[in-house]
């Protein structure tokens, strides 16, 4: 395989897998893009005539890509900006929980909550396993472990989850019971309501694309709220990340998406992305459309 452009239609034929695998590891479309280009350059540095089989070279890359991205100091400030719908309905007390990531995008970002209770290594080991099919043999060159270790860290990983599921729904019923009361508040110019939502220190970033803003205290925030109040009444709620939010539109498009980071019932911070670019890449406008439908 020294052909290189044999070599690049046979990745841009891998990509899309690729990019699937590195989403449901990093739960971001932006740093799974990051980590497919990576893969790339990487396939470009080595002799390929000496990969017997493309693929799971590809897979193995791909996957120890992402673990270092997983372990890096940076990823406990950062946060996915992956929107699902927020829909009411169970999830099935029996369902397998990697079942349920394959399933459907509104579960899979809602499971990414759990996913991010695992360490990096299990992490892999569960989604490559269980969501891609990989086998151990092939989870464990990405790893560096033997096969049973990749096994076990599976396993592990798996009880992890499903010990996991039981908080989910009153943490979620929460969540949407402050995201209500927030967007009626902002709605009604109920300054008083909006200040008994925020926690004292609390913090919103904006991200604005050619600009950022950094708004902090509780009624600095409360105030900007007021006067967003017309954005409020066009807004929907839906999960980013995992996480509460909202999604603002306007003329069918959206312009804005909101994750409310919480402490008990108290919002402690707001991340706002407001650039357009962004909000294209991640498909805001399709999917906060299916919510609205």
Same mark, same amino acid.
């Given at each position: ?69 997983? *372990? /890096?100091? &940076? %990823?406990? !400030?950062?946060?996915?900006?992956? +929107?699902? #719908?927020? $829909? ?67 396993? *592990? /990983?798996? &009880? %992890?989850? !499903?010990?996991?599921?039981?908080? +989910?729904? #009153?943490? $979620? ?27 004292d220190g609390a913090v919103l970033r904006a991200d604005y694309g050619t600009s950022t803003q950094l ?53 402690v911070s707001l991340d706002v992305l407001a650039d357009p670019e962004r909000l294209a890449s991640i ?11």
């Amino acid at each position: 395989m020294t052909d290189r452009r044999m070599l690049a239609r046979r990745f841009e034929t891998e990509r899309p897998r690729l990019r699937a695998v590195a989403t449901q590891l990093l739960g971001s479309p932006a740093d799974a893009d990051d980590a497919v280009q990576e893969t790339w350059l990487r396939l470009e540095r080595v002799d390929a005539a000496g990969i017997d089989n493309l693929e799971a070279w590809l897979t193995t890359v791909v996957s120890r890509v992402c673990l270092d991205v997983l *372990r /890096a100091p &940076r %990823r406990t !400030r950062e946060h996915s900006w992956q +929107v699902a #719908p927020w $829909r009411d309905e169970p999830v099935a007390d029996d369902a397998d929980p990697a079942e349920l990531v394959v399933q459907s995008d509104r579960i899979s970002t809602a499971l990414l909550v759990l996913l991010e209770t695992l360490s990096p290594a299990e992490r892999i080991a569960l989604v490559l396993h269980d969501v891609f099919g990989r086998s151990f043999d092939e989870v464990a060159v990405a790893l560096d472990r033997s096969p049973e270790a990749a096994r076990q860290l599976a396993s *592990r /990983a798996r &009880r %992890r989850v !499903r010990g996991a599921e039981e908080p +989910v729904r #009153p943490a $979620r019923e929460r969540g949407r019971r402050i995201v209500d009361a927030w967007l009626a508040a902002a709605q009604h110019g109920d300054l008083d309501a909006l200040l008994g939502l925020l926690d004292d220190g609390a913090v919103l970033r904006a991200d604005y694309g050619t600009s950022t803003q950094l708004v902090e205290g509780s009624r600095a925030i409360a105030e900007q709220a007021v006067l967003s109040g017309r954005l409020a009444g066009h807004s929907t709620p839906v999960l980013i990340g995992g996480r509460p939010g909202v999604a603002a539109m306007v003329h069918g498009r959206v312009v804005s998406i909101m994750a409310f980071e919480l402490d008990g019932d108290r919002i402690v911070s707001l991340d706002v992305l407001a650039d357009p670019e962004r909000l294209a890449s991640i498909g805001a406008d399709r999917i906060v459309g299916d919510v609205s439908d």
